[in-house]
């Protein structure tokens, strides 16, 4: 029973990870209909742009801020200026097309122009494991767990509880009549961009001590965040908390009682069976939208 428990408290943390990145996916598609199979790359490029500050000298913290900044600048507003832009007017699939290529492109630029070697990340949270009730849980598990809650309540709060998330909502349910109302439509994406990027950083912080910087690392986090925002429906933000956790407790269930060598094919698994049984996704509803 103690070793189910230690697996499904470190599973959580590190679904919690995959949330993460999985709300970004959510978000853009409701706010601007907009897919972003770059995603696992938005995730790679602040682990290597953090340890680039740290090179020069700044602490983890200032170098998360600064990484923050260049995020919302590069990922958020550029993404959304140079490549969203031009392209949604002609429909989902080019804009598909798109990211897909960008996300090769930043692989193989950050693999030639930096290195193809993986290279050690410095962890936020102190070494060592926090006894509870004679389970062994790690720092980094309870202060991933901490951060991405408090992220993730944040996050709704500000959706909820303010004139400017609410404003968000509406985009996201209603184009036309956020617009009619009197809503800043493209101000209200644009923000929304802005948060995708830096929830990118944070995904990026915590996860990047345990799959290392590597030029590919966005390749299993992305995926495995898609697989995420799809499991627990993709209109739905709470429903990417959702699919997230259940990849990460499952994965280590299936990893530590079945085989190690399934690991890896637990979300891929979990994916057909919800778009098999119940397309929507857990929490998800179904709608018709026009793009």
């Given at each position: 029973m103690g070793d189910l428990?230690?697996?499904?408290?470190?599973?959580?943390?590190?679904?919690?990870?995959?949330?993460?990145?999985?709300?970004?996916?959510?978000?853009?598609?409701?706010?601007?209909?907009?897919?972003?199979?770059?995603?696992g790359e938005f995730v790679m490029l602040p682990a290597f742009a953090m340890l680039f500050f740290i090179a020069v000298g700044a602490p983890l913290w200032l170098s998360f801020l600064l990484t923050c900044a260049v995020a919302m600048v590069v990922l958020g507003y550029g993404f959304k200026r140079v490549i969203v832009d031009p392209l949604i007017k002609h429909g989902v699939i080019p804009l598909v097309i798109a990211t897909l290529g960008l996300s090769i492109a930043?692989?193989?630029?950050?693999?030639?122009?930096?290195?193809?070697?993986?290279?050690?990340?410095?962890?936020?949270?102190?070494?060592?494991?926090?006894?509870?009730?004679?389970?062994?849980?790690?720092y980094a598990d309870i202060g991933t767990l901490v951060l991405a809650g408090l992220?993730?309540?944040?996050?709704?709060?500000f959706l909820n509880k303010t004139v400017t998330g609410r404003a968000m909502q509406a985009v996201a349910q209603n184009t036309d009549a956020a617009?009619?109302?009197?809503?800043?439509?493209?101000?209200?994406?644009?923000?929304?961009?802005?948060?995708?990027?830096?929830?990118?950083?944070?995904?990026?912080?915590?996860?990047?001590?345990?799959?290392?910087?590597?030029?590919?690392?966005?390749?299993?986090?992305?995926?495995?965040?898609?697989?995420?925002?799809?499991?627990?429906?993709?209109?739905?933000?709470?429903?990417?908390?959702?699919?997230?956790?259940?990849?990460?407790?499952?994965?280590?269930?299936?990893?530590?009682?079945?085989?190690?060598?399934?690991?890896?094919?637990?979300?891929?698994?979990l994916f057909l069976a919800v778009i098999l049984f119940r397309p929507e996704g857990l929490l998800g509803k179904a709608e018709e939208r026009k793009v």
């Open positions: 428990i230690h697996l499904i408290l470190s599973g959580t943390a590190t679904g919690a990870i995959y949330a993460l990145a999985a709300l970004g996916f959510t978000l853009l598609w409701q706010a601007a209909g907009v897919i972003n199979f770059a995603q930043v692989k193989s630029i950050v693999r030639a122009g930096y290195s193809a070697e993986a290279h050690p990340f410095p962890s936020a949270f102190p070494a060592g494991q926090l006894s509870l009730g004679g389970i062994a849980v790690s992220i993730v309540i944040g996050l709704q709060m617009r009619v109302l009197g809503i800043d439509v493209k101000r209200m994406v644009l923000y929304v961009f802005l948060i995708n990027a830096v929830l990118s950083v944070v995904a990026a912080l915590l996860v990047t001590p345990t799959y290392l910087a590597k030029f590919d690392m966005g390749d299993s986090i992305g995926q495995k965040a898609f697989f995420a925002a799809i499991i627990g429906g993709f209109n739905q933000t709470r429903g990417a908390l959702l699919g997230g956790v259940l990849i990460g407790i499952l994965e280590n269930v299936v990893g530590f009682y079945v085989s190690p060598a399934y690991k890896e094919g637990v979300a891929l698994v």
